[in-house]
């Protein structure tokens, strides 16, 4: 069975999100929770990530490795949804005197991530912080076959792409790999092939892994009202289970499929050259399962916060 | 002439911008400058706008006027391109442990001014702040006919809806009125208005008031190359000069037009139950002029900052 802690949530974070559910007619769509964006009139789909100094990156980041990893976090949330970006405005929150080699080299960081994902920075707004700086990206993007969380079936492969537990290791090692660093500091979520697999119609639910497939994948069955069976050995990556499954930051996409479509799925993506891996199934299981494990591993980090749970 | 302290902007803010507007390529529109939104393809504005405790708000607005200031001043930005709403993302950063309390009554304001404005929240991310609230709002609308600030043309006439002044007196007299103070918490800026007069065609160019006629007005001037010279007895509100145009939190539109859309742009304003007022008209002089001043007063305030100039 799967550990609680695995699945629960942020009890503040939970009763923010429940205020604004609670309003009822003026709001509609997922705030914060359900899907990793919000679906907005035929195939306009809109996310908005924040990230703030000192919980969302550390030393370990450059200010350039921060431009790109705000456009990065959000084009993932995007590419669950099967959605190519379109555009995005950026409120930036700086404490006063300004430090401009900082701000210089985090644009420089920005613009590459944004001609990366070949997407226009077209407005924003500038504010005085007290302390920490906070960067809000907002993105809007256009999904021909939107792709929710809710919709995966008893019976469907559970799937990831890339590997898992890259961020985990730099984090979390005393000498980390130059893959893995790299991947924590310039993170490349699979956006087209994201958006390719939706237009496909081969897939049947997607979740990006932002918490660390434990959680991820927890919300995933969580929305669909189905279990899941895991094989710890078939995490792609190799690493130690607590890095694959309960760090984070991985960035990449899980999704659900009918075995049926295992073949035309692999060959999507050698198209892409990304590696994709059948991690499991899903169940008709309470919760997601460990195969071999009686519960998943406790999450290990919530970003940088330095809470160590 | 007008003083260089009504339409200098602050060196940091104008670096951030210019670091940004120089990315070229992969970035268009108008970053913090140009006009109150972004123009994103055919009639599709968006705007973003934050609010960081302790900079545009302290003890003298409960949590619930945050709430609601939150959407007017973006709904303003829209309004001065003749935009009405569509749907909203929210983006809130809030220290740990959250303060229950007010972030309920928080919501209760936003969602009395999203109801006003009939506009959907339709997703957002909550994220941990530091110290000090940090609120960011970004707004996408419509409008049928954008109207920029860039545009105003010699001969036109100046005009302002509402009044000018309330915030200013809210917040700087030890006795304000009570129509003063409700106008600081719960600015109603005129967004039905404002894109109906971007509808008729009868406005040239137009921009909000939320720094103050003196410096909004002269950016006015500057984007269209023009000057303009501003009757003060003509200011609508009946306050101290300073009060009027040099403080801000105005949420009221200044618009151009031709002098013979005056009979028009009057009856407009009263069916939408608002007070227009003519001030002066646009010249070809270099800076946006006081009739009967030598300057402008200098502006008095940068929000709640304490920034006294």
């Known amino acids: 069975m799967a550990s609680r ?27 914060g929770v359900g899907d990793d964006a919000a679906l907005v009139g035929a195939g306009e789909v809109v996310t908005t990530d924040t990230m703030v100094e000192g919980v969302h990156w550390d030393h370990r980041l ?3 490795d921060v431009g790109w990893k705000l456009v990065a976090v959000n084009v993932s949330d995007l590419a669950a949804m099967g959605a190519r970006p379109r555009w995005a405005t950026l409120a930036a929150t700086l404490p006063a005197p300004l430090d401009r080699a900082w ?14 994902w070949r997407l226009p920075l077209v407005g924003g707004d500038t504010t005085r912080a007290m302390h920490a700086r906070v960067l809000t990206l907002t993105v809007v993007g256009r999904a021909a076959s939107p792709v929710m969380r ?37 993170p490349e979520p699979p956006v087209e092939f994201g958006a390719s697999l939706a237009e496909s ?11 660390g497939l434990a959680r991820d994948l927890a919300r995933l069955c969580r929305a669909s009202a189905v279990g899941a069976r ?56 309470a919760l997601p399962l460990l195969v071999g494990h009686a519960c998943w ?10 809470d160590l749970h």
Do not use: K
């Open 62 to 64: 450059a200010p350039a």
């Open 297 to 306: 591993p406790a999450p290990r980090f919530d970003h940088f916060s330095g």
């Open 201 to 211: 119609g081969l897939v049947t639910a997607m979740i990006d892994l932002s918490d």
């Open 230 to 285: 895991i094989d710890p050995q078939l995490l792609p990556g190799g690493r130690p289970l607590a890095e694959s499954v309960a760090f984070g930051e991985d960035y990449e996409l899980c999704f659900t499929a009918d075995p049926a479509s295992a073949v035309a799925i692999c060959s999507g993506a050698a198209r892409h050259g990304l590696t994709v891996t059948r991690v499991g199934a899903i169940t008709g299981d």
């Open 103 to 116: 701000w210089q080299a985090f644009v420089t960081g920005l613009d590459a991530a944004l001609r990366h």
């Open 150 to 186: 809710s919709t995966a079936r008893v019976g469907d492969d559970v799937w990831v792409t890339g590997q898992l537990g890259r961020s985990a290791e730099a984090l979390l090692r005393t000498t980390p790999g130059a893959d893995a660093m790299a991947w924590l500091r310039r």
């Open 5 to 31: 802690q695995a699945t629960e949530e942020d009890p503040d974070e939970a009763f923010v999100v429940e205020t604004v559910r609670a309003l009822g007619g003026a709001t509609q769509g997922g705030f």
